[in-house]
């Protein structure tokens, strides 16, 4: 398969991560579309990767490997992120009774 | 003897240390003996040394005592020049100044123990300076003394500091001294500039392949620093004022010594002087202006102290008209004369003023010479040497310089004589309205009118022998051939240049000498009785009160300089600095502020729009990368 | 080892000095200045090549730049200097209670290891380093125990010396590109204009220059340094005016006319200029300043002008002058200073106006102040006549302007003017009769007159015999001078 068919699908993923950002105001959804946003650039990750593997794979076994292990360290910062993050929704959700970010306006002040 | 010159400045340290650190623990008369017996020692090594000097064959000893400045090619030695002039100046100083320190210690017996130990020690720094100016083998050492008889006349006019007035007149003497120090300095580096060097010797060997532009600019400059010390036009007003000073620093400081410092100093560079016609010239012009004017405005004073002042700025005018016109030995006589019989008629006036507890008003005085014997006798013969009446010494030192000077134009012959008229009218005013005529003080002070004490009348009765007969060690050509003592001594160091004075037939002296003395003769013989009879009492009109009002001089200064400066200071310190740069500084803040409260509401606070303008940023940053760059 | 102790001890002592008791921090910093005074008098006995007065270890190695440190003939004047003036500062103010002094003192010494260091440097990125560790203790003392209007005044001070550091940094490391091997080291930088063109050194010239200016005040940089030694305690306006001052000049000598000769050659004139109206303009303000502090502060503009303009003369007896008049001025301006806090001490005011007649009550304060005030006007046989006299005589005859004669003629002025301001204050402070503040004047401690007493002597002693301040600059002249293509 092409590797245009992989950079389409992950910039689709990519852009619709960040409308969901910009466009929702509940802060759950807002974190699911920047998972989905790190989620676009890991599979951009590995197509790069593998495609690189493939025209330079004769020279040197190990090219292209950098990516593969770029998207592991992206998924377990993504966890942790995550864990973190929810622990914040969650402190939000009971001092405010909201999950809404536009609530969040604290660094006007 | 000439190698330990050192010691002359010494003793008057020593004297100035102690008085000066121990002024606590000195009892009067301790302190007065310390200070006193300092400057004997110095006048009787000053003697030792002249005697040296005056050997036939003598050569001229520079005396290094330690190396002073070095910096690059600037090499100045802390050095003392023993040569004729440096010598009769050391004489002057020491002696004069010894009477004078005499003098005070019954002057000044009214100070507490502190006061009288730090007015010696003052005096003592004064002589220090002064021996200094004269001894310096080089123009730094002789601008150091310079300034340092300038700060020790500041320190004693303000002597009685708690008097405002006392206190505004020696800030003036400062600062008008300071005003010619500004010329004097820039002389000095335009010196080092051309010479290279500072030192006398090579300055004058070197002097003649300078170009004449150069030399008479340095020798104007060095005229500038003169007027300011000397009291000359436009420098001349902060002398009268000076007078604040007790009577004895006004004998020393400001008639004796310290004022012909700038009469010293021209003599010694006129080599540079004779190379430069122009700036003889303005001196002599100068010294002109200044006897008329002086003289003019001393007619109208009533402060005995005052007049005498004037009258000191006036023959100050004879020595620089001598200068000018290359009688150099003639102006040096004059000082020595002008030394003896001026120091003499303040110490005079101090006796006065002591027997009359403290009054110096003549038009309170009147009729004196019964209750004062001596101070009379010595104040008539000194009123006799200044107003130059045959055979006081004022008489030969005067008419010398204006022989010479009319020699050069017979119009500096005019002007001087009519200031040598005026002088003896003013001077023969002063005397008989004190002195003669009836007492016109108030009850009390006729009570308390004594003679002074001993340690007082006897400075004067050996200034007043001098006074009389110093004349006779620069007596003219025309009276006996090589019988001016003086002019041979001085011969080795001020004698040779381009331009000697011309000399005038014989006859023709004699006449210039009958005219002033016979006009002088005449005014005296109108002025005594005059004044014996109506003393003037009564306010001046018309030009008297111009001159009694020192024609406004010091009002011209003071709206022409001092005020528009004040006004110049005050717009810098309004305007300029608080308004302008700090205006600039300021808006530069307030800008920011500004700027920043503009770009706040870019700041909403909502997340979302912070990842808007982030994620456009990304975007434009990707436009920029993609299709912008070639 | 010499330059190590001089900024080690201070800085460790100041460090510990934050941790101590507040009644033993004053005693602590006292025996700590001491202690620096000590070293720097050795320092002056070694012998010119002893490796004792060299340190140089790799700092940050990656940038080329190493903590080297050495002290050579301009930076032993002003290291002297600097440990002869802490010892004065802490024993002038024994007696002023500080509010936490832990504190106050902990952060001198911090100042004073900056000072050394920057005087010390041998590394453009260290010296930059040090010029910053000097200011911001500054900062905090004046911001912290100063007067009413502190925070304004420093916060100007702040923002004028830093907006001038940091286009000094810019031009720092712009001439670090241009050194051969990518080196912070003075010899490297002595050796970086070859690679420039004149232009380049014609603007990178005002990029360091205003840092300098700034510290110094250069007109029209001036307008932080009336406010700040105003507002600023008077122990810290004495370090501000007596030694930080010198920074800026040192700072020329060593950091900028060697580095860009062709610059310094260029911009002389207007640097002159700038200068001489300086120092009229600060002189006409102080004729009319009432405070006693304000009218230090513009003296001192003046003063410093010329001593700006000197080093522009490019010529031996010009910049002798300079080494040495930068000693005379700290030593002179601190003993004002310590005049001016004595008399605000006793009478709670520094308005001249309120004052009077002090000279009755106090002679002995009265007398060794006019001695300082004598040498503030340069009178012979006092310090600064020696340092004006060779400055002004370096400006005459320079070869590096056209227009010398008239520069000493308008320069020259302020000797009559700084005789007409001082002389009224005199007179209006000490002189008169005395008035209700001034009628129960008593005359000062003794420690007070030892202090002023010492101050008088260094005046006195350098005014007869300058002879071994002028040797300890001479080689360090020739060799700046050597630096800048000067042959005689």
């Avoid at chain 2, 060095?222 to 010390?229: Q, S, Y």
């Avoid at chain 2, 006129?270 to 122009?278: G, S």
């Avoid at chain 3, 209670?97 to 260290?126: C, H, I, P, Q, W």
Wanted: overall charge positive; proline content about 4%; charged content about 10%.
């Amino acid at each position: 398969m092409p590797i245009d068919n992989y950079i389409f699908l992950s910039l689709a993923l990519f852009c619709i991560g960040i409308a969901g950002v910009l466009t929702r105001r509940n802060a759950i959804i807002i974190f699911m579309c920047i998972e989905l946003m790190l989620n676009a650039v890991n599979l951009l990750l590995i197509a790069f990767s593998k495609m690189h593997h493939a025209t330079a794979g004769a020279v040197n076994p190990d090219a292209g490997i950098n990516g593969q292990i770029f998207v592991f360290f992206i998924m377990v910062v993504a966890a942790a992120e995550v864990s973190v993050g929810l622990a914040i929704i969650a402190m939000m959700y009971r001092n405010t009774h909201s999950v809404d970010i536009n609530f969040l306006n604290r660094l006007k002040h | 003897m000439s190698n330990y010159v050192y010691l002359v400045p010494l003793f008057p340290l020593i004297g100035f240390l102690i008085n000066g650190l121990a002024r606590r623990s000195l009892s009067r008369s301790l302190s007065g003996a310390i200070g006193t017996v300092v400057i004997g020692a110095s006048f009787v090594v000053s003697l030792m040394i002249f005697f040296q000097v005056k050997q036939v064959g003598f050569e001229p000893v520079t005396v290094p005592v330690f190396s002073f400045i070095q910096a690059g090619k600037l090499n100045v030695a802390f050095a003392f020049l023993v040569d004729p002039l440096s010598v009769l100046f050391l004489l002057i100083i020491t002696g004069v100044g010894f009477l004078i320190h005499l003098y005070s210690t019954a002057y000044m017996k009214e100070e507490s123990a502190p006061d009288f130990a730090k007015y010696f020690s003052y005096l003592n720094l004064f002589v220090f300076s002064m021996l200094l100016l004269v001894l310096g083998s080089n123009y730094i050492i002789l601008f150091i003394g310079w300034e340092g008889v300038g700060l020790c006349s500041y320190l004693l006019i303000g002597y009685w500091f708690k008097n405002i007035d006392y206190g505004n007149a020696a800030k003036k003497a400062f600062i008008m001294n300071r005003i010619g120090d500004f010329g004097f300095l820039i002389a000095i580096f335009a010196l080092f500039n051309e010479f290279g060097t500072l030192d006398f010797a090579e300055i004058f060997k070197q002097a003649p392949t300078v170009s004449t532009a150069t030399i008479t600019a340095i020798t104007l400059l060095l005229f500038v620093g003169a007027t300011g010390k000397s009291a000359q036009i436009p420098l001349y007003t902060w002398l009268p004022d000076a007078m604040a000073g007790p009577t004895p620093v006004s004998a020393l400081i400001h008639a004796a010594t310290m004022v012909t410092a700038g009469i010293y100093m021209i003599a010694r560079s006129h080599v540079l002087y004779n190379l430069a016609p122009v700036s003889q010239t303005v001196v002599a012009i100068t010294g002109t202006a200044t006897i008329l004017l002086a003289a003019l405005i001393a007619v109208k004073q009533n402060d005995i102290k005052k007049v005498l002042a004037y009258s000191t700025v006036s023959q100050l005018g004879y020595m620089f008209l001598g200068l000018g016109v290359g009688a150099y030995t003639e102006a040096v006589f004059h000082v020595l004369t002008h030394a003896f019989f001026k120091a003499l008629l303040f110490l005079c006036a101090g006796s006065v003023i002591h027997a009359m507890s403290g009054e110096q008003d003549i038009r309170s005085m009147g009729g004196l010479k019964k209750y004062l014997p001596i101070t009379h006798i010595t104040f008539l013969i000194g009123c006799l040497a200044i107003a130059g009446i045959p055979p006081f010494s004022g008489f030969f030192s005067k008419d010398e310089i204006l022989t010479a000077a009319y020699g050069k134009n017979p119009l500096y012959y005019v002007f001087g004589v009519a200031g040598a008229a005026i002088t003896a009218f003013y001077m023969f005013r002063l005397y008989a309205t004190t002195f003669l005529g009836s007492f016109r003080g108030s009850e009390k002070q006729q009570h308390h009118l004594h003679e002074s004490p001993l340690a007082m009348t006897l400075p004067l009765v050996v200034l007043a022998f001098f006074a009389a007969t110093a004349g006779f060690l620069g007596i003219p050509e025309v009276f006996a051939k090589h019988a001016n003592w003086l002019g041979q001594f001085l011969e080795p160091v001020l004698a040779g240049g381009a331009a000697q004075p011309e000399s005038i037939a014989s006859s023709t002296e004699w006449l210039l000498m009958g005219i002033s003395t016979g006009l002088v003769l005449v005014v005296v013989g109108y002025a005594l009785p005059r004044f014996r009879k109506h003393p003037e009492l009564e306010e001046p009109r018309g030009l008297g009160k111009w001159m009694r009002d020192k024609f406004y001089v010091d009002e011209i200064y003071d709206a022409l300089i001092v005020k528009p400066l004040n006004a110049l200071a005050d717009f810098f310190n309004q305007v300029i600095e608080k308004k302008v740069i700090d205006g600039l500084v300021n808006g530069t803040g307030r800008l920011v502020q500004y700027s920043s409260r503009q770009l706040r509401y870019l700041q909403s606070g909502q997340v979302g729009a912070y990842v808007l303008l982030m994620v456009i940023g990304m975007v434009l940053l990707f436009v920029v990368q993609l299709f912008l760059r070639k | 080892m010499v330059p190590v102790l001089l900024i080690g001890i201070p800085l460790l002592a100041g460090l510990i000095g934050f941790s101590l008791k507040d009644v033993v921090a004053k005693s602590w910093s006292l025996f700590a200045s001491l202690l620096v005074l000590a070293v720097s008098v050795t320092g002056l006995c070694l012998a010119k090549n002893s490796t004792n007065l060299q340190f140089s270890i790799p700092w940050m190695g990656t940038l080329g730049s190493r903590f080297s440190i050495g002290l050579d003939g301009t930076g032993q004047i002003l290291c002297l200097l600097t440990a002869i003036a802490f010892p004065i500062i802490f024993i002038s103010t024994w007696k002023e209670d500080y509010k936490k002094a832990r504190n106050f003192f902990g952060l001198m010494l911090l100042s004073e290891a900056g000072l050394m260091g920057v005087f010390l440097a041998t590394d453009a990125l260290l010296f930059y380093f040090f010029w910053e560790l000097a200011l911001i203790p500054v900062y905090f003392l004046a911001s912290q125990w100063g007067g009413e209007k502190r925070i304004a005044a420093t916060f100007k001070f702040f923002i004028y010396t830093f907006l001038g550091s940091l286009m000094m940094l810019v031009g720092i490391i712009f001439i670090y590109w241009h050194t051969r091997n990518q080196s912070f080291s003075l010899n490297a930088f002595y050796q970086a204009h070859l690679q420039m063109t004149n232009d380049t050194q014609a603007w990178l010239f005002w990029f360091i220059f205003v840092a300098f200016a700034v510290k110094m005040p250069i007109f029209p940089f001036h307008t932080w340094q009336p406010d700040t030694y105003e507002q600023a305690p008077t122990a810290v306006t004495m370090v501000l005016s007596g030694l930080m001052v010198k920074m800026g000049v040192f700072g020329i000598l060593r950091w900028l006319a060697p580095v860009l000769p062709v610059g310094t050659y260029e911009w002389g004139d207007t640097v002159s200029a700038l200068c001489i109206i300086g120092m009229i303009y600060a002189s006409l303000i102080a004729l009319r300043q009432d405070d006693l502090k304000r009218l230090v502060a513009y003296s001192s503009i003046a003063h410093m002008g010329l001593m700006c303009m000197a080093i522009f003369a490019i010529n031996d007896i010009g910049t002798e002058g300079v080494m040495i008049q930068m000693f005379n001025h700290g030593i002179n301006i601190i003993g004002l200073w310590i005049v001016v806090y004595l008399i605000e001490k006793q009478f709670k005011t520094r308005k001249i106006s309120e004052l009077g007649g002090i000279a009755a009550k106090a002679p002995a304060l009265t007398a060794l102040f006019i001695i300082i005030v004598l040498a503030n006007i340069a009178l012979p046989l006092t310090n600064a006549f020696i340092g004006e006299f060779l400055m002004f005589s370096g400006i005459y005859i320079s070869k590096a302007t056209a227009y010398s004669t008239v520069f000493v003629a308008l320069a020259a002025t302020t000797i009559i003017l700084s005789a007409v301001y001082m002389l009224n204050m005199v007179q209006r402070v000490f002189y008169g009769p005395t008035n209700v503040r001034t009628e129960n004047a008593v005359d000062i401690a003794g420690y007070e007159k030892f202090v002023l007493g010492l101050i008088v002597l260094i005046i006195l002693v350098v005014g007869v015999y300058p002879e071994p301040l002028l040797h300890l600059g001479r080689e360090a002249v020739a060799n700046l001078l050597s630096k800048m293509y000067i042959k005689h």
